[in-house]
């Protein structure tokens, strides 16, 4: 059906838009080489992917299990300073660590450090996930390392908001004073 609807488009001077072009390559769902051969179809178009389709295709690789594909993603979303928003990092994450077998977990860590790197960060049901995941597989380092790691941005983000110890309590002027 989908192959039919593109050719049937190709065919009519239909100028597709981004959206287009996004809800697409979602419509693979987790048939990542078919979401890479829609990138690959754009290409030759001389249409340049935007940060959306590469996240739609990013997505459609972690979902179907091909670390080749996501890898390529996201190197080239790094490359080109493509901007992946965060819900779109933790539903990766999820589906990666899925399966619950270490291969998945390096996964869902890879994707969780370019998340990080990015200056994303991960949701509770991300990092619940990830810690289920290590559970079931007895990874206690895995697990131990991420907690430190979000222990460390918690605190950091909080000496750059100013809420962290001791402040805001008890130093402010009292009303009428």
Known sequence: ??????????????????????????TKGSNSEEALSVLRQMRSQHIVATSENCSAVLESCVAGSNPEGTSMMLKLMLSRSMII???????????????????????????????????????LRTCKAIFDSTAKLGDATT????????????????????????????KGKGKGK
């Open 1 to 26: 059906m989908g192959r039919k609807i593109w050719q049937i488009m190709k065919k009519s001077s239909v100028v597709l838009d981004n959206a287009t072009w996004t809800a697409f390559i979602r």
């Open 85 to 123: 928003e965060s819900e779109v990092f933790c539903r990766m994450i999820q589906a990666a660590v899925r399966p619950m077998t270490k291969e998945a977990l390096i996964q869902g860590v890879e994707i969780l450090q370019f998340m990080r790197s990015s200056g994303g960060r991960p949701d």
């Open 143 to 170: 697990a131990t390392l991420l907690m430190l790691q979000i222990q460390n941005t918690n605190e950091a983000n909080g000496r750059k908001t100013g809420k962290g110890k001791g402040k805001g309590k008890g």
